[in-house]
Structures are given as structure tokens and as C-alpha cells.
């Protein structure tokens, strides 16, 4: 058993609650249990970090398992041979569960637009126009000061 989740956990963990999303879904429901772990608990759910990219924030750890294109549904036998059998903590679980509860039946037009409205990922893109493409990591430390301010 591993002593630290990764995205590929949590994205599993997710998955398996909701039965399927399309990736995209996936990449902002991820985002959030780990903006929200950052905020709430103070430490973050997995290492991986997100890039601000056009579309918004993305781990490319986790795009880069999924076949093009990219926005079909995705459900969490894909996943399986990445997750490391990290158990989370009831703390965990219960972080994921709000975040499956106020964001999982949210179209993924829906989430897009919503992150991009959010400091995080508009002060990491700069005056970046829409379309450009960015790979400039998203600080946890920024994701914790943003959404710790929402409480």
C-alpha cells in the first residue's frame, strides 16, 4: 500500500463514484477535490500539479493516459493499471464526496467555464489570450490561498 494517493487514485476514486464523465469533467473534478483538500485540510490531496491551459487547469499525467480524442466518456476500468492502492483517509474520501456531490453532475462546458473565471488559473495565464497554449503550473500554494479565501 502506498502513503501518498496520486491523481490517478483520486481520478479512480471519482470514477468509481459517478460511473463515468467525459475527461475533460474528469481533469476539473480533480482539479477541485485537490483545490479543496489544499483549502479545507491544508494539505494537498496528490502530488501531480495542473497546468493553466487554454481550456483550463489540466494534469498532464492524466491526459496523457487517455486516447484522442480526448471528451468521450471515460469510466474507471482506464485507470487500473496507474492507481498505486493508496487507501484515503476518511478526511480524503469525504473531500471527494463534496466535490462529487456539488460539481459531478455539472456539464463539462459548465466546469470550464467556472475554473476559468477563478484566480488560480487567470494570474498563472497571465494575458495569455484564450487559445494560447500555456503548460505554466498552477501553484498549490495559489489553489490554497484562492479557495481558502472562499470559506
Known sequence: ???KATIFDAAYYIL????WTTFMSLQRLCYYAQAWSLAWD?????EEDFEAW???PVCPELYNIFSLPKDLN???NKLKPYISGYCFSEDEKETMDVIIKDYGDKETHWLSELVRKEK???VTRGDLALKESSNTLISKEMMSEYYSGLI
Open 16 to 19: 468509481n463514484e459517478i460511473g
Open 42 to 46: 491544508n494539505v494537498a490531496l496528490f
Open 1 to 3: 500500500m502506498e502513503d
Open 54 to 56: 487554454s481550456s483550463g
Open 120 to 122: 488560480p488559473w487567470l
Open 74 to 76: 471515460v469510466d474507471a
